[in-house]
């Protein structure tokens, strides 16, 4: 499985990006897929996740009703939509894939496919 991230940018404080995230090689719907974020220093931050094959959704307390993530069958795609964007949300945003659904969704260590991330600056 191969990830590619595309969308991040430079914005005001307020706006919306939409990311997407590319993913070849998937052979079923079962699989877990996810947006993690980072900053210089920091561990890598949990953002969202999402069942490919139910829709089943998790969203960081952080971002809660702000941030979505969505998935695009037919396009092999999943999207993270970021409304009313903070300067606290600059990172670098990587998208994540597993085979199957963990419960510990929100652990980087659980996946085991990674996108190479893309940069998102938001300035007030």
């Known amino acids: 499985v191969q990830l590619q991230a595309s969308g991040g940018g430079l914005v005001q404080a307020g706006a919306s990006l939409r990311l997407s995230c590319v993913v070849s090689?998937?052979?079923?719907?079962?699989?877990?897929m996810a947006w993690f974020r980072q900053t210089p220093g920091k561990e890598r931050e949990f953002v969202a996740a999402?069942?490919?094959?139910?829709?089943?959704?998790i969203i960081a307390d952080s971002v809660k009703g702000r941030f979505t993530i969505s998935t695009d069958n037919a396009r092999n795609t999943l999207y993270l939509q970021m409304n009313s964007l903070k300067p606290e949300d600059t990172a670098i945003y990587f998208c994540?894939?597993?085979?199957?659904?963990?419960?510990?969704?929100?652990?980087?260590?659980?996946?085991?496919?990674w996108g190479q991330g893309t940069q998102v600056t938001v300035s007030s």
């Open positions: 090689g998937r052979t079923s719907n079962n699989y877990g």
């Open positions: 994540a894939a597993r085979s199957g659904w963990s419960t510990g969704a929100w652990q980087a260590y659980e996946y085991n496919y």
């Open positions: 999402r069942k490919w094959a139910n829709s089943l959704t």
